[in-house]
């Protein structure tokens, strides 16, 4: 008789996590894609793969990769230079 009981026990942990995936929403998480423009004319722009950035001309922009946090910021004319921000 208890392997009877065991059978219903692990039909209702099926049907109770089946429930719990369905009344659970969907999250959609969007790349993040974006740039700036610099007063010599270039432009910084973010890498594909950014999770979470902003870009702010005549600035630079800042975005995440993996859980690293990276800045690119307008320079003096003729520099481009990527910052690992810690």
């Known amino acids: 008789m208890k392997r009877i009981y065991s ?4 039909a209702l942990a099926v049907a109770l996590a089946g429930a ?3 009344l659970t929403a969907p ?4 790349a993040c894609t974006g ?3 610099c007063q010599y004319g270039e432009s ?3 890498p594909s793969g ?3 950035c902003s ?3 005549n600035v630079g922009c800042s975005w995440t990769i993996n859980g690293v946090n990276y800045s690119q910021k307008c320079a003096s004319k003729g520099t481009d230079e990527f910052f ?3």
């Open 27 to 30: 999250r959609t998480v969007y």
């Open 55 to 57: 870009c702010d001309d």
């Open 44 to 46: 910084v722009r973010i």
């Open 84 to 86: 690992l921000v810690e």
């Open 35 to 37: 740039s700036a423009q």
């Open 20 to 22: 719990v995936l369905l």
């Open 50 to 52: 950014a999770t979470s």
């Open 7 to 10: 059978l219903y026990a692990a």
